[in-house]
C-alpha cells in the first residue's frame, strides 16, 4: 500500500487520542488534546482502524458463537469459551462491544460536525456512512439505544435512549443524505482513506449496500405494519438499478509483522511476529454443526475455511458448543497473513442481500443469478475453486440449493455460509431475524430453549447513565427481542 509507515503514523497519533475512558467523555483525551483541533483527514484513519477492531475481534467472535459456527477445542483447553459456552451473559459480557462502537463513532460524529474554510464533503460523507454502518449493530444487538443526544460530550453526559425502530430510519436516511454530499470539490481524501483510498463511487456503493442490508432486516417487520411498510417499499423502490458493492470492503492502514501492527484478526488468532501460534487461535474452532453442513455436500470451501489442528494430532473436525473434544483450527481462506487487508463487508452478503430482495419482490432481478454470484464471490473470498460445480451439485438440496424447495432458506444458509469466521455478528442477527439455518443446535447440558436474542446493556451505562439505562436481568438475553424479530 502507497504511504503504508505515513498512514501507521497517523493511525497511532489517533490511538493516542481515543483511548479514553468513557465513551461519552471521548473528545477529552488522555493527552488534553481535543479532537475538534484535527482536521477530518487526521481524524479519520484512526476512526476507521478501530472501529474495524472492535468489529472483527469482539463482534465477529460473539456473533460466531451464538450464531453456532464456533466452538472450542475443549481437550486441549480446560475451559474453552466459557462464558460463550454456558450463554453467560450480563452487563459485563461483552460490554466493551458498547464502549468501542460509542467511543469510535465519536470520532465519525465529530467529522461529521467539523467546520473550517475548507471543503470535507467527502470525509463528512465518509464518516456518516461509517457512523450508520456501525450504530446498525448497536440497535441490532442492544435496542433502544441513545442517539440523538448522544456524542455531545460534556455537553450532555446522560443522553436519553432513543426508540430503535426511529433511530433505524435516521441511519437509512442519513445513508441517503452521505451520497447527496459527496463532492468532487472535496479536500483530497485518498491517503488518509484506508478503506477505499479516496473511489468516492465505491462509498456510494457502500452506501447502498448498507441501506439494503438495514432494509432488508426491516421487511417482515413491515408486512404487519402499514407506516413502516410504506416506507420500506419507498426505500426499496429508490434501490433499483443503483450500484452496490462488488468487492469486498476492507480496511488496511499498513498492517505489518510486528508487535501492534498486524491484522488485528491474525494478531488475536493467528501468530505472533515470531511464528508462535495465539492461546486464542489455539482453543478456536468450527462448531459440529457449521462442520457437517459443509463436509456432508462436500463444500470446497471447508478446506478453506478450517484446516487440521497441527497442535491436536491433526484434528478435523468440529465440536458441540460446551461439549468435549478437539475441533479444526481457523482455515487460510480467513487467517491470511499479518499485513492482510481486514474485511467489515463481503461483496458476497451484497448479492445475497439482493438475492433476498428480488426472491421477495422488494428489488427487480434474478434471484437466481445473485444468489449464484453470492457463492462464486464467496469462493473468491475464501481462496477456494469449484464454485460451479458446488453450485450445480448441490442446487437441489434443500438447505444449499436455490432449487431444492425454498429459495429464501438457501439464500440465508449460504450467507451464513459466507460470512462465517468474517461477519459473526450477521450469523446471529439473522438467524434471529428468519430462523436460517434450520436447527440450529444449543450448547451442550444448557437448560435454556433458546438461541440468545441480544446483548445486555453495559456495566458503564447503570454506572454512568443509570437514570435513563432500563434495569435488564438474565432473562432479557433470551426473551428481550430485537424490534424487528417478529419470529
Do not use: H
Not at 503514523?9 to 477529552?28: E, H, K
Not at 515470531?274 to 459443509?294: I, M, Y
Not at 444468489?371 to 451439485?393: E, H, M, P, R
Not at 450467507?415 to 444449543?442: C, D, F, Q
Request: aromatic fraction near 12%.
Amino acid at each position: 500500500m502507497k504511504n503504508r509507515y505515513k498512514i501507521v503514523a497517523i493511525l497511532m497519533l489517533c490511538l493516542g487520542i481515543v483511548s479514553c475512558s468513557d465513551y461519552l467523555d471521548v473528545n477529552d483525551s488522555i493527552d488534553n488534546q481535543n479532537l475538534d483541533e484535527l482536521t477530518p483527514n487526521q481524524l479519520i484513519v484512526g476512526a476507521q482502524a478501530l472501529s474495524a477492531e472492535t468489529y472483527t475481534n469482539r463482534l465477529n467472535r460473539v456473533g460466531n458463537w451464538m450464531g453456532v459456527a464456533w466452538s472450542g477445542n475443549y481437550l486441549a483447553f480446560n475451559d474453552a469459551y466459557g462464558l460463550e459456552s454456558r450463554y453467560q451473559f450480563s452487563n459485563t459480557f461483552y460490554d466493551d462491544v458498547w464502549d468501542n462502537f460509542y467511543r469510535y463513532i465519536s470520532n465519525f460524529a465529530t467529522i461529521e460536525k467539523y467546520n473550517d474554510d475548507k471543503n470535507w464533503n467527502n470525509q463528512k460523507a465518509a464518516a456518516k456512512i461509517l457512523k450508520a454502518f456501525y450504530f446498525q449493530y448497536i440497535i441490532d444487538l442492544y435496542g433502544d439505544a441513545p442517539f440523538t443526544e448522544a456524542f455531545q460530550g460534556t455537553d450532555n453526559l446522560f443522553p436519553k435512549y432513543d426508540d430503535a425502530q426511529e433511530t433505524y430510519i435516521t441511519l437509512i436516511d442519513s445513508l441517503d443524505e452521505a451520497i447527496a454530499m459527496m463532492d468532487s470539490s472535496s479536500e483530497e481524501f485518498g491517503i488518509n482513506d484506508i478503506t477505499f483510498n479516496g473511489d468516492m463511487a465505491q462509498w456510494r456503493a457502500f452506501a447502498n449496500t448498507i441501506k439494503l442490508r438495514m432494509l432488508v432486516r426491516l421487511i417482515l417487520k413491515s408486512e404487519s405494519d402499514a407506516t413502516l411498510g410504506a416506507y420500506v417499499n419507498t426505500k426499496f423502490a429508490e434501490l433499483n438499478g443503483v450500484q452496490f458493492i462488488t468487492q469486498d470492503v476492507t480496511v488496511n492502514p499498513g498492517y505489518t509483522n510486528a508487535d501492534d501492527r498486524q491484522n488485528p484478526f491474525w494478531e488475536v488468532y493467528g501468530f505472533t511476529p515470531v511464528n508462535v501460534p495465539t492461546g486464542q487461535g489455539r482453543q478456536t474452532g468450527p462448531s459440529e454443526f457449521a462442520f457437517n453442513l459443509l463436509d456432508n455436500s462436500n463444500d470446497p470451501r471447508l478446506n478453506r475455511l478450517w484446516k487440521p489442528n497441527t497442535g491436536n494430532s491433526n484434528t478435523f473436525a468440529g465440536t458441540q458448543q460446551n461439549g468435549t473434544g478437539n475441533a479444526a483450527s481457523i482455515g487460510d481462506g480467513v487467517l491470511k497473513a499479518a499485513d492482510a487487508d481486514l474485511p467489515i463487508m463481503l461483496a458476497a452478503e451484497s448479492y445475497f442481500l439482493q438475492a433476498e430482495a428480488v426472491q421477495r419482490g422488494y428489488l427487480s432481478g434474478n434471484a437466481k443469478a445473485l444468489f449464484d454470484q453470492g457463492i462464486t464471490a464467496s469462493f473468491t473470498a475464501l481462496g477456494a475453486t469449484g464454485a460451479t460445480t458446488y453450485i450445480t451439485n448441490t442446487d437441489l438440496d434443500p438447505a444449499l440449493g436455490f432449487n431444492g424447495g425454498t429459495p429464501l432458506r438457501a439464500i440465508l444458509t449460504q450467507k451464513w455460509i459466507a460470512l462465517t469466521s468474517v461477519s459473526g455478528a450477521e450469523l446471529w442477527i439473522e438467524y434471529n431475524r428468519t430462523g436460517y439455518p434450520s436447527n440450529l443446535p444449543l450448547p451442550n447440558t444448557l437448560t435454556d430453549t433458546n438461541i440468545p436474542v441480544r446483548l445486555l446493556y453495559p456495566a458503564s451505562e447503570y454506572s454512568g447513565n443509570s437514570e435513563n439505562v432500563r434495569a435488564q436481568t438474565r432473562t432479557d438475553a433470551f426473551s428481550s427481542k430485537i424490534f424487528w424479530d417478529v419470529n
